[in-house]
């Protein structure tokens, strides 16, 4: 076990209308003292499908405050368009930030309340440099309608700087949002990709905490073994019935508690599969759910054998497959992986390249070059076999 420290300053308001019932004094509690304007952040449209917009702007209506709305937030969102809605807040005068929508939508919100409080080059500072955070970002809340990223609970703004086509995820405890306010309701109007793509990015998440030290016993790989055979069975029982609230409520929560930090605190992380993902995006913008989708089998198969024991318990804890089944460790600790790997082709979802869009192999060696490699893994990479397992995957 590794020596931590553990804190998380988001308040979360879970289930059936809490929008209704919660955010209106939310928003008041939290507006900056003396300023009145709520800078609404939302992506390309679907929280007007899925009630949420509505629920947002009667819950605002009731504060008595203006509402100022910052849509078209994409996905994979770019600096620049963080920088535009730093821009708006500025000008005028904004007292809280709130978001809308997915991973996109709060990661932009949660990074221009960092910008529109730093006098200087936040992305350059904090997103590149790792520079200490110093300031407190402005106020920012909110309001979830897709489980993935976990951003509604954690630390992270990931945004892609497409000059130079770096993808960045710099997380620091001050950018957790305030409140994080989630009715799974809003939930159902998600397209099955999408439901496929974010529930698998939740599996990610906490299969990269997992697939890293320490190895032995620790009580918090017990709850992501949980964790991850629950994800399993829950996006199983989605796909067959989307409209199922009961098992897309449980996707909603495990998509919060797989990356809010707790289950991962006291391991070394690895989070090589989403810097390699990171990078095919910056430079395709594919999606980052199915992007992991494809990569995570090639790298397991990669450095199963420096982490044997975590990728025999994942066989036999999250797959549960019988040892006696397997002549050694090492071919169960395969099937583990060659488990994930047909449930993905179960799932119909991408697993080369090539499906998530790439028509050649020439910008390859590029992005392997600039991924971030990262230090918790089992066996940290090398650019050279991050390019092989690209060309694996193409
Ligand atoms: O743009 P709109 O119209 O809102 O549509 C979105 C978008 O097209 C749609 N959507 C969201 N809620 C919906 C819905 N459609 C119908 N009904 C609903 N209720 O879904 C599409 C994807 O949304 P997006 O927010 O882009 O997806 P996601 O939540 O997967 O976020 C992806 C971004 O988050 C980053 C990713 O790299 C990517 O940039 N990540 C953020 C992390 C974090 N902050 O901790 C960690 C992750 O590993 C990840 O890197
Ligand atoms: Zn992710």
């Known amino acids: 076990m590794n020596n931590f420290v553990w804190q998380n300053r988001t308040k979360v308001?879970?289930?059936?209308?809490?929008?209704?019932?919660?955010?209106?004094?939310?928003?008041?509690?939290?507006?900056?003292?003396g300023k009145n304007k709520i800078l609404l952040g939302y992506g390309g449209?679907?929280?007007?499908?899925?009630?949420?917009?509505?629920?947002?702007?009667?819950?605002?209506?009731?504060?008595?405050?203006?509402?100022?709305?910052?849509?078209?937030?994409?996905?994979?969102?770019?600096?620049?368009?963080?920088?535009?809605?730093?821009?708006?807040?500025?000008?005028?005068?904004?007292?809280?930030?709130?978001?809308?929508?997915?991973?996109?939508?709060?990661?932009?919100?949660?990074?221009?309340?960092?910008?529109?409080?730093?006098?200087g080059d936040a992305w350059q500072d904090f997103w590149m440099d790792g520079k200490e955070m110093l300031i407190?970002?402005?106020p920012c809340g909110?309001?979830?309608?897709?489980?993935?990223?976990?951003?509604?609970l954690n630390p992270c703004a990931v945004l892609t700087n497409t000059e130079t086509n770096i993808k960045c995820d710099r997380g620091y405890p001050k950018i957790n949002p305030l409140f994080a306010v989630m009715d799974p309701a809003y939930t159902l109007t998600m397209p099955l990709r999408q439901i496929k793509a974010g529930t698998f990015d939740i599996l990610s998440h906490v299969m990269e905490g997992y697939f890293s030290d320490p190895a032995g016993y620790w009580a918090t790989d017990d709850m992501m073994e949980g964790?991850?055979?629950?994800?399993?069975?829950?996006?199983?029982?989605?796909?067959?019935?989307?409209?199922?609230?009961?098992v897309r409520t449980s996707?909603?929560?495990?998509?919060?508690?797989?990356?809010?930090g707790f289950p991962k605190t006291g391991k070394k992380l690895?989070?090589?599969?989403h810097n390699m993902e990171h990078q095919l995006s910056a430079f395709s913008?594919?999606?980052?759910?199915?992007?992991?989708?494809?990569?995570?089998?090639?790298?397991?198969?990669?450095?199963?054998?420096?982490?044997?024991?975590?990728?025999?318990?994942?066989?036999?804890?999250?797959?549960?497959?019988?040892?006696?089944?397997?002549?050694?460790?090492?071919?169960?600790?395969?099937?583990?992986?060659?488990?994930?790997?047909?449930?993905?082709?179960?799932?119909?979802?991408?697993?080369?390249?090539?499906?998530l869009g790439f028509e050649d192999k020439s910008q390859l060696k590029e992005i392997a070059d600039s991924c971030f490699i990262s230090e918790g893994a089992f066996r940290p990479m090398t650019a050279e076999e991050i390019l092989e397992i690209y060309e694996e995957c193409f």
């Open 45 to 119: 449209g679907s929280v007007k499908k899925n009630g949420s917009y509505d629920d947002v702007m009667a819950a605002i209506a009731e504060t008595g405050f203006e509402v100022i709305e910052f849509g078209g937030i994409m996905s994979n969102p770019t600096l620049d368009k963080m920088l535009e809605g730093v821009e708006i807040v500025k000008a005028n005068d904004v007292g809280l930030i709130l978001a809308v929508g997915g991973g996109s939508a709060m990661d932009c919100c949660k990074a221009m309340a960092v910008q529109a409080a730093y006098d």
């Open 285 to 355: 913008n594919c999606n980052h759910g199915e992007g992991l989708a494809v990569i995570h089998p090639t790298y397991y198969r990669h450095i199963y054998k420096d982490g044997l024991p975590k990728f025999v318990s994942f066989a036999k804890e999250v797959w549960r497959l019988n040892p006696a089944d397997y002549e050694s460790d090492e071919a169960l600790a395969l099937a583990g992986i060659d488990a994930l790997d047909d449930f993905i082709t179960e799932l119909g979802m991408p697993k080369t390249l090539r499906e």
């Open 227 to 246: 964790l991850m055979h629950g994800i399993i069975r829950d996006l199983r029982a989605a796909v067959k019935d989307p409209t199922n609230l009961e």
């Open 251 to 260: 996707i909603m929560w495990a998509g919060s508690l797989a990356e809010n």
């Open 270 to 273: 690895d989070f090589q599969a």
């Open 13 to 33: 308001y879970f289930g059936e209308k809490v929008v209704d019932k919660h955010l209106s004094s939310l928003i008041k509690e939290h507006m900056t003292p």
């Open 142 to 152: 909110v309001v979830v309608t897709m489980p993935a990223t976990g951003s509604e």
């Open 136 to 138: 407190d970002p402005m």
